[in-house]
């Protein structure tokens, strides 16, 4: 066993499972992938923690395994969130450059991003991140850092992420309770998009869509930045409620229908055609129609895809994406999902891959673990980051950075 500052651990707490991912960036400041851990997860609802002590017993086996795969002892993880309550938007903020010769500094730009935050949040929320987009001075738009620049009024346009607070200290509880460090939290979705989009796909506007078994998380990039956040509290679970209510089988049984069978669309060769179940543990036998499964499933995952698209679409960001729709999570497994996401968006689709990480290529080839994987990028920026000695100021100054990078 060995302890690194160059080890890095990303940790998703899911509703269907958990997710340890260690990475390693090497002498040449490359990230490798040097471990994995899994456990099928029992404590979480909807991307929530529900029994605590389930959810800390699943944790700690999801560690251990990451632990002897990695030959690494972990002390500290970044911490994935999600839930219905995390909302993202954009704000503007306005700061008047009062020096003597109106040169911008970076404590200007806190300023500036300070104006921004200043919103009327419910008194139980906190700030998951504050990330910057946009500066102007003077009314000159689109400057990215206006550090050096002399005006006398910069302005700044911000990507807020926020979420109930007690709800996310539920998460880290868990952690902490296993005598592990949280070092950052961070939307899932947020991650997931650092795992798989390059700088050209983020430029050219990209939708990553990631369908866990309690929630959709999705982020929207443009012009090489954050524009927009959302989570769906529906996901791979919603199937099999639907297919044990539809179908009139066990919720066991529903989810390996939905697993062995399940379409994002309806298909004519399923016309007519049916599932023979055999009878087990006391249940009868049962015939199931295929057509019908196919009905419910695209039915439902229809539905998700149009409740993002009406939104991203109302806010006037579906005409920037023109590298397409990117589909991770266990969700991303569904047969022809690309098929119904590129119908229901008007764009091209594609099964997310992780962009510029190597290592097991067993976790980078698997759309369940980009959430993961993406918290160890996270991670990888942070440390890079401060070896560069940018922790002046701090690290949520050049979040927006490390989400463009």
Known sequence: MFDSPAIIVGLEIGTSKICAVVGEINAAGALNIVGVGQARSRGVRKGEIAEPALAEEDVRNAIVEAEQMANVEIRSVYLGVTGNHIRGFSNHGVHPVVSADREIT???VQDAIKNAKAINLPVENSIIHAIRQHFQVDAQTGILNPVGMFGAKLEVDVHVIHGHGNRLKNSIAVVKGLQLEVEEVVFNGLASALALLSNE?????????DMGGGTTDYAVYSEGIIKHTGVLAVGGDHLSNDLAYGLKVPLGRAEQLKLDHA????QPEAKGRTIELPGQM???????????LHRITSLRLEEIFELIEREISHLGWLEHLRAGVFLCGGGARIPRLQTLAESIFQLPAFPGKTNSISGLKSALDQPEFATAIGLVRFGSLQQKRKSNGGLAGGFKRTLAEMFKT
Do not use: F, R, W, Y
């Open 282 to 292: 006391g249940l009868p036998c049962k015939t199931v129609n295929l057509e019908h």
């Open 201 to 209: 796909q983020k430029e050219l506007g990209s939708l990553v869509i």
């Open 106 to 108: 970076e404590e200007d």
């Open 263 to 266: 379409s994002a669309v309806l």
